[in-house]
């Protein structure tokens, strides 16, 4: 394994050309790794043949752990590839240009007043919830919340992963957080033979999820944010939502923003601030951007540095 991590290291330019490239766009559906996790995981899925809960709880992991074996493999293959090329492999890892232009798309379809397309457009890019009788406000909130999760799931972590094990680490990453994203479900049918893959995506996230709240919280301190409010809210109501890590960032951004994040049923962060509206997208896309930087910046320092923080 490299040991190099002076600031010139393979594995520190790795991570900015593969954040450069993603400024260029996702590749076609049929050449992406993360399409062909989810084609492994939907085949997978029609596959499972358990009854009871135990035996279904099984079989989930049992495919699980292939699919992990299979990724984090192949990831381990890519190891030995020039910079250059593992670079362009941790791009398509990586989703910062797809989730800012969503969230960005939504806004724009609000601001144009048309809560429809704001809609459409939440459902299919940002959110699983059903979308269709949600008000302006509340799509501006799901927009504030998917922007801040995915966050910290699709480019904090990962990037975290590639500059803790490399190419293996970021594969296995992103290949469980697919595995949640596809079967991590409370439904009748995925209940038992998802809880593996979404137990395993929580332990995963545990840390990045953490990190991205931290960078939050100092870009918070930046004007039209509020840097005290951001603090107090993530250490009150990070925990108020049923996942161990998706509280974490969203209670910092409600906080800094001066915002109720509120899902129907599940959760209420911060319930003394304000309720969303479109220009709070633009406001949360402007935070989004210098937490990202702060967190790239703490991945970049040398190895050496890390250790003694």
Request: hydrophobic letters at 50%.
């Amino acid at each position: 394994m490299n040991t190099d991590f002076s600031f010139a290291a393979p594995r520190q330019r790795v991570m900015v050309l593969a954040l450069l490239l993603d400024a260029l766009g996702e590749p076609p559906t049929a050449l992406h790794p993360v399409g062909w996790m989810g084609t492994f995981l939907k085949r997978a899925r029609r596959t499972w043949r358990a009854s009871s809960p135990t035996a279904q709880r099984i079989e989930g992991a049992a495919w699980w752990s292939a699919g992990a074996l299979l990724a984090g493999g192949t990831g381990l293959a890519a190891a030995g590839l020039p910079w250059p090329l593992q670079g362009a492999l941790l791009k398509t890892l990586l989703a910062r240009r797809a989730l800012f232009a969503a969230a960005a798309q939504v806004a724009g379809a609000l601001e144009a007043g048309d809560l429809a397309a704001a809609r459409r457009t939440l459902a299919w890019h940002l959110v699983s919830r059903d979308t269709a009788e949600l008000s302006a406000s509340e799509v501006a909130a799901a927009t504030i919340e998917s922007l801040s999760e995915n966050l910290s799931d699709s480019v904090v972590a990962p990037l975290l992963a590639y500059r803790w094990g490399g190419p293996g680490a970021a594969a296995l990453y992103r290949y469980a957080n697919t595995a949640d994203a596809l079967w991590g479900y409370r439904t009748p049918e995925l209940e038992d033979a998802g809880k593996f893959a979404a137990r395993a995506d929580d332990a995963f996230n545990l840390l990045p999820s953490r990190l991205t709240a931290a960078c939050a919280v100092l870009a918070a301190w930046l004007p039209a944010t509020d840097g005290r409010a951001a603090w107090r809210v993530w250490r009150s109501d990070a925990r108020r939502t049923s996942s161990p890590n998706a509280g974490q960032p969203m209670s910092v951004f409600a906080g800094a923003l001066g915002l109720r994040l509120e899902k129907r049923g599940h959760y209420r962060l911060n319930a003394a601030g304000r309720s969303p509206d479109v220009s709070d997208i633009r406001r949360a896309l402007r935070l989004a951007r210098w937490t990202l930087a702060l967190a790239l910046g703490v991945l970049l320092l040398p190895a050496r540095v890390v250790g003694r923080a």
